[in-house]
C-alpha cells in the first residue's frame, strides 16, 4: 500500500534557529498537505500543494512540492517558541484517502 | 458553528465491551473520516464517508464500524474492545469538489483506554 514517510522525527532547536522537516512518499502524489498538531491537540491544517516545484509562504513557514510530486518538505525560518508542535504530511495519490507521514515532534528550547 | 464535535473526550472500557463514539459538524461537508493516532505515531485512516449512506474502508477498518445515515452525524462503532485499540480517535471533516482545497477539520478527540 502506500507510504508516506517524514522526517526526522524529533527536532530539538534553540530558539531563532531554522527548522525543515521532509517527507516523501512511495508513489506519485496528486496533492499533499501539512498539518501542525500542537501537544494534546488536534491536527490542524496548514496548507495544500497541488503542482509539481510549487513553493507556498506563510510568514516564516516554506512549503515545497517536488518535481516530481513524491516528496515535500516545510521549513520553519527563526523559530519561536509557539512554533513546538508536531508536524504532519498528508498525501493523495488517487482515491478518497490522505495517508500521514509519521510526524515530525519539534521542541525550540528558549 | 461549532465546527467537528466529538463525544466522550475520554473513555476506559474492558476488554471485550461494546461502545459509539459519536462525531457530528454542522459545515455541511460531504466527507467524514474517522482516524486513529497511537502515541508517537501518525494518523491511520479507519473509516471514511463520501456522503449519506455511504461508507468505505480506510487501513484499518478491523473491529470498527461506521454508519452515515445523515450528512451531520458518523459515529465510530468499536465491537469487542481490544486493548490494541486504546488510541486517540479524530473524527475529520472536508469538503469535496470544485475548487475546494480539501482542508480536513478535525475534531478535539477522544482518548479511549482498554484494559
Known amino acids: 500500500g502506500q507510504q508516506v514517510m517524514q522526517i526526522p522525527q524529533y527536532q530539538h532547536v534553540q530558539e531563532g534557529e531554522d527548522f525543515t522537516t521532509y517527507c516523501n512518499s512511495s508513489?506519485?502524489?496528486?496533492?499533499i498537505q501539512w498539518y501542525k498538531q500542537r501537544p494534546g491537540g488536534h491536527p490542524v491544517f496548514l496548507i495544500q500543494?497541488?503542482?509539481?516545484?510549487e513553493v507556498k509562504k506563510q510568514k516564516r513557514l516554506t512549503f515545497q512540492f517536488g518535481e516530481a510530486k513524491k516528496n515535500s518538505s516545510l521549513h520553519i525560518t527563526a523559530t519561536q517558541t509557539t512554533d513546538v508542535g508536531t508536524y504532519f504530511c498528508a498525501g493523495r495519490s488517487t482515491g478518497n484517502q490522505f495517508y500521514f507521514g509519521t510526524g515530525t515532534s519539534l521542541t525550540v528550547i528558549p | 458553528n461549532a465546527g467537528v464535535t466529538q463525544t466522550p473526550k475520554f473513555r476506559i472500557l474492558k476488554i471485550g465491551q461494546s461502545m459509539t463514539l459519536q462525531c457530528a459538524q454542522d459545515m455541511n461537508h460531504n466527507y467524514m473520516y474517522w482516524y486513529r493516532q497511537d502515541p508517537g505515531m501518525g494518523l491511520k485512516l479507519i473509516y471514511y464517508?463520501?456522503?449519506?449512506?455511504?461508507?468505505d474502508k480506510g487501513e484499518v477498518p478491523n473491529g470498527y464500524n461506521v454508519s452515515r445515515s445523515t450528512t451531520e452525524d458518523f459515529p465510530l462503532r468499536l465491537e469487542l474492545a481490544a486493548p490494541s485499540q486504546t488510541s486517540v480517535y479524530f473524527c475529520?471533516?472536508?469538503?469535496?469538489?470544485?475548487?475546494?482545497?480539501?482542508?480536513?477539520?478535525f475534531g478535539p478527540g477522544t482518548r479511549l483506554t482498554v484494559t
Open positions: 508513489t506519485t502524489l496528486s496533492n
Open positions: 475529520a471533516s472536508t469538503q469535496h469538489g470544485t475548487g475546494s482545497t480539501y482542508e480536513q477539520y
Open positions: 464517508s463520501v456522503g449519506a449512506g455511504i461508507t
Open positions: 500543494l497541488v503542482k509539481s516545484g
